[in-house]
């Protein structure tokens, strides 16, 4: 017999309405993001078109998960104004950034405003899709899965095209790091030390 812990690792996870999650208590919502808060993160932003519309949203969750075939994955928190776009659509934009896009993670990071107001910066790919042409390097693919995990939701993704900017050396990644933005040179490269 499985224990009320294990059933919880195991999923479906309750939602954020669900009485069940109550049960499970744990860690308060502040300590568990306090935890997180030193561990840094790369910067991206995904944008997504669902009929009504260009939504695009700043994420810090996203990661490869498998190679062959070629899948990645984010979180989607359900109080952010682009998920109820990003849920129905049947593919998302993912732009991993560098420094020089900091405007753009912060644009799609800001609450409120219309984030494709300056159609300067973005325009729609030949499948339709939004995108912001100047990130490091953004990949289109298709939503393979959704599911459920607390007051969010995990989006599982197929990757089906890339462009990765041809300058690699050009651009220092972004990352997010205790409320703050920061970028990786090559002065943030740890040596190793002989004999550690």
Known sequence: MRTQEQAALAGPWPTDGDQGAKHLG???????????????????????????????????????????PPL??????????????????????????GAEQLNIAKLCATSGVNRFADTEIWARLATGEPYFPSAHAWIRGRIINRMAAGSSTIIAVHALEATVATDQGGSDPLVYHNRTWHSLDEHSALRSVPGA
């Open 72 to 97: 990645l994955v984010f979180s989607l928190s359900d109080h952010a104004s682009s998920a109820p776009t990003i849920r129905r659509a049947d593919t998302v934009v993912v732009h991993l950034l």
């Open 26 to 68: 744990g860690l308060h919502p502040d300590e568990f993001k306090l935890a997180f808060r030193n561990h840094a993160a790369g910067v991206a932003v995904i944008t997504a078109d669902a009929g009504d519309g260009p939504v695009g949203l700043t994420a810090t969750s996203v990661f490869s998960v498998s190679a062959e």
